[in-house]
Every structure is written in C-alpha cells, then in structure tokens.
C-alpha cells in the first residue's frame, strides 16, 4: 500500500530526498511518518506529519530534515539536508490512521529504501 523511493549513497553534508506514495482507494490518512532502522539498533521514528501538517522530529533530526505531506495525492516527502553518517539506515515510510471504502484506523508500513551516507 506504501511505495518509497529516494535513497542512496551520498557523501556526508549531501542531501538526499525520500517520497513515498499511498496507493489504492484511500479516503484520508492521520498521520504520516518516516522512521529508520540502522543495524543492530531498533526503528526509530524521524519525523511525524498530521493531515493538518503539525510536524514532529527526532531531535537527532531537527533542523536538517523536513518532512512534507500531500492529502490530496497520499504523499509524504522527507527532505534530508546535510547528512551524517549516523543517518544512515533503512528508511521506512509509515501510514497511521488509514480509512478507506472498506477499512478504519489501520496502519500501512513501505518496505524500506536504504540510506547510506560515507564520511
């Protein structure tokens, strides 16, 4: 139901763009998130978005990355600005509050896109 694309290898201090898309008949989201599982650490959540856009950041994240949405397309965005290494991971991207012509309240994952960033 969630489709991520955007990561890559980047040197340290790059940017890099993450997207994903909600697809199939989805009449509203709550909230969309970006989390990243680096290895041998658990998930962790980066950045949270309501359907009114109030945003949230981990504060390893906060004032590098900014997370976007798009109600009307199901969208969410993350925009990663000068990168360290310690961001690299998986990035999954995660749809909570999901309602639909058949279904409430469930919650999507994406498979996950890998962010490695080189120092």
């Known amino acids: 139901q969630l489709q991520a694309s955007g990561g890559g290898l980047v040197q340290a201090g790059g940017s890099l763009r993450l997207s994903c898309a909600a697809n199939?008949?989805?009449?509203?989201?709550?909230?969309m998130a970006w989390y990243r599982q680096a290895p041998g650490k658990q998930r962790e959540s980066v950045a949270t978005?309501?359907?009114?856009?109030?945003?949230n950041y981990a504060d390893s994240v906060k004032g590098r990355f900014t997370i976007t949405r798009d109600n009307a397309k199901n969208t969410v965005n993350l925009q990663m600005n000068s990168l360290k290494p310690e961001d690299t991971a998986v990035y999954f991207c995660?749809?909570?509050?999901?309602?639909?012509?058949?279904?409430?309240?469930?919650?999507?994952w994406g498979k996950g896109t890998q962010v490695t960033v080189s120092s």
């Open positions: 995660n749809a909570a509050g999901v309602a639909g012509p058949y279904f409430y309240g469930m919650e999507f």
């Open positions: 199939g008949t989805i009449f509203s989201i709550n909230v």
């Open positions: 978005i309501t359907s009114g856009s109030n945003a």
